[in-house]
C-alpha cells in the first residue's frame, strides 16, 4: 500500500490527537500507590510501593500464587531505600536502593531484597540480583485487611519492625541499626568543637544509660549557657535526681517551674511539677 503525503500528514495528526486526548484523561488507580519515609537511627527508609485490594478474593493461593515470586504490592516493583547500613532478622544489609520481593507460603515467607529496583512487577525477577534473603513466620489474622498495608511498627533509636498485611495474612519484618557506636563517635568528634552541645549530649548520656557524672558534668554546663530555659532546668533535674542530689533536683524544679510560668508554657510547669514532686519523696 502507497502512502501518500496527505494521507501521512493526516495519520500523524490523527496520532497526535489521540495521545493529547489519553494525556488529559485522568482515571483513578485500581492499586494506590504509597510513600512512607521512616526516620531510623541516624538515617531514614524510604518505602514506595502500589497497594492491591483484595476485592472479595481469594489473594495467597489465589490470585497471588504460593512459593511463587511476587512483587509485594501492584504494578512496579515494590522500592525500598535504606541511607545507613541495616540488619534483616539480624542479617547485614548495606545501604542503597532495592527492589523488595517476597515469596508467599503458608508456613514461612521468604523477604527479599533485589539490587535490581527498577522493574515491572517480578516478570524479569532474577535471583542472581539477590542481595538478600530472609525467613519470617507469617500468622493469621481474624479480621481482613481489605488494603495491601505496609508500615513501620515499634520503631526505637535502633530496632522497628516493617509489618505488612493483606486479606487475613500478616507478616513482619525485624529490623535493627547499629546507632549507639554512630551517636557516641558523633558526640566525642562534637565535644572536639568550639561550641560543644552540652545539652544534646548529657541527654543521650542520660537516656541511654551512659556515665551519669559525665552527662551531669555536661548538663551543669548547659545549664550555665542558657540559666533561663524551663527544658534546661527540668534535665539538670533529672539528673541531680538519679545521682542522688535530691534537694539539688528540687531546686531545679522549682526554678523550672518559676521560668515556665513567666513564659506561660504549661507543658514545663507540669513537667517540673512532676520532677519536683519526685524529689520530695
Known amino acids: 500500500m502507497k502512502f501518500t503525503t496527505k494521507t501521512v500528514l493526516l495519520l500523524l495528526i490523527a496520532l497526535g490527537i489521540n495521545n493529547s486526548l489519553s494525556a ?3 482515571l483513578p488507580a485500581p492499586s494506590s500507590t504509597q510513600t512512607i519515609i521512616q526516620e531510623f537511627g541516624l538515617g531514614k527508609i524510604t518505602l514506595v510501593y502500589a497497594r492491591p485490594n483484595v476485592k472479595g478474593r481469594k489473594m495467597f493461593g489465589g490470585m497471588e500464587p504460593m512459593d511463587k515470586v511476587w512483587r509485594t504490592g501492584a504494578n512496579a516493583t515494590t522500592m525500598i531505600t535504606f541511607t545507613e547500613p541495616v540488619k534483616i532478622e539480624g542479617q547485614d544489609l548495606p545501604a542503597g536502593e532495592y527492589g523488595l520481593f517476597s515469596i508467599p507460603n503458608a508456613k514461612e515467607w521468604t523477604i527479599i531484597f533485589s539490587k535490581n529496583a527498577k522493574q515491572w512487577g ?3 525477577y532474577n535471583q542472581n540480583d539477590d542481595v538478600l534473603r530472609v525467613k519470617v513466620k507469617p500468622k493469621a489474622t481474624k479480621d481482613v485487611t481489605e488494603t495491601f498495608t505496609m508500615q513501620f511498627v515499634n520503631v526505637t533509636e535502633s530496632k522497628a ?3 505488612l498485611a493483606w486479606e487475613n495474612t500478616a507478616v513482619t519484618v ?3 541499626t547499629d546507632v549507639d ?3 557516641m563517635a558523633n558526640i566525642a568528634e562534637a565535644m572536639k568543637g568550639e561550641k560543644k552541645p552540652y545539652m544534646q549530649s548529657a541527654i543521650y548520656y542520660f537516656t541511654n544509660g551512659k556515665d551519669l557524672k559525665t552527662a551531669l558534668g555536661w548538663m551543669v554546663e548547659a ?7 524551663p527544658w534546661t532546668k527540668l534535665w539538670l533535674g533529672k539528673m541531680q535526681l538519679k545521682s542522688g542530689d535530691k534537694v539539688g533536683a528540687a531546686e531545679s524544679a522549682k526554678a523550672g517551674i518559676e521560668l515556665a510560668t513567666t513564659m506561660k508554657n504549661d507543658e514545663y510547669i507540669r513537667l517540673n511539677t512532676q520532677l519536683l514532686a ?3 519523696k
Not at 223 to 229: I, L, Q, R, V, Y
Open 181 to 183: 557506636t554512630k551517636a
Open 161 to 163: 519492625q516493617l509489618h
Open 122 to 124: 517480578a516478570y524479569t
Open 174 to 176: 525485624n529490623l535493627t
Open 24 to 26: 488529559q484523561l485522568k
Open 223 to 229: 545549664d550555665k549557657a542558657e540559666p533561663k530555659m
Open 278 to 280: 519526685e524529689a520530695k
